[in-house]
């Protein structure tokens, strides 16, 4: 069964640092979304991706963050300046349509990125 | 704005009983799709259901069941016979067609235990 994978499973860097995490989406699908689940909170909407382009993003979403498609099954987050309240698990998901207008499509998880800022 | 509020921070259940998971929902659209997800330890994220709000009826798959009232914005998950395995934290997500069908919001969660 295809599946939204994530790497590295577990990331440690120093604050101030740059980070990318990166994810591989199923195949066929269109949209990209990046989630963020601060250690025993909720989980938090950051962006959504079609086209090459920014859909919708969150508050959180500031410009310390960006995202990238850099070629045709990679999609990427990147923290410019990693602070200690960046640590999280950071999901990535995908879906083959956004489900708006009927469209009877769900968004895929990965299996999560463990951020720790040190 | 929306708002999803699980109201049950945690639930403690011995194997084998029933156990219902309280989901109510604020938002302004009319038309939105409403989840539920499953975290067990390992940490990923499970999906259960989604149902948009034109569909009401309530669903049964196996030991799992979902009562859908919009009239009460409630979107509560019944587990019947409850087992060790059902341990997770049970998040209950929005999303407004408006903004972004896939553009969850989450509730904060309701961890259950169910002790053998």
């Known amino acids: 069964e295809p599946e939204v994978t994530q790497t590295p499973s577990h990331q440690v860097t120093q604050m101030g640092q740059e980070v990318i995490l990166r994810c591989v989406p199923i195949?066929?699908?269109?949209?990209f979304y990046w989630y963020r689940q601060i250690l025993g909170q909720k989980v938090e909407f950051l962006v959504s991706?079609?086209?090459?382009?920014?859909?919708?993003k969150s508050e959180i979403f500031d410009d310390q963050f960006s995202v990238e498609r850099p070629d045709g099954s990679n999609f990427t987050l990147k923290i410019r300046s990693t602070k200690l309240e960046d640590s999280a698990m950071y999901f990535c998901?995908?879906?083959?349509?956004?489900?708006?207008?009927?469209?009877?499509?769900?968004?895929?998880f990965g299996q999560g990125t463990r951020l720790t800022v040190v | 704005a929306q708002k999803v509020t699980q109201a049950q921070t945690e639930i403690s259940v011995v194997e084998k009983e029933d156990v219902t998971l309280d989901c109510v929902y604020e938002?302004?659209?009319?038309?939105?799709?409403l989840f539920w997800y499953k975290q067990p330890p390992s940490g990923e994220l499970v999906f259960l259901i989604r149902?948009?709000?034109?569909?009401?009826q309530n669903e049964i798959s196996g030991r799992y069941s979902w009562n859908f009232q919009k009239s009460t914005s409630s979107f509560n998950f019944t587990i019947t016979a409850s087992q060790v395995v059902d341990s997770a934290v049970y998040f209950c997500?929005?999303?407004?067609?408006?903004?972004?069908?896939?553009?969850?919001?989450f509730g904060t969660g309701t961890r259950l235990t169910v002790i053998p």
């Open positions: 998901a995908s879906s083959e349509a956004s489900g708006t207008g009927g469209a009877d499509t769900e968004a895929f």
């Open positions: 195949s066929n699908h269109l949209y």
């Open positions: 991706f079609y086209n090459n382009e920014i859909s919708e």
């Open positions: 938002t302004r659209d009319t038309t939105y799709y």
């Open positions: 149902r948009n709000s034109f569909d009401e």
């Open positions: 997500a929005l999303s407004e067609v408006r903004t972004g069908a896939n553009n969850l919001f």
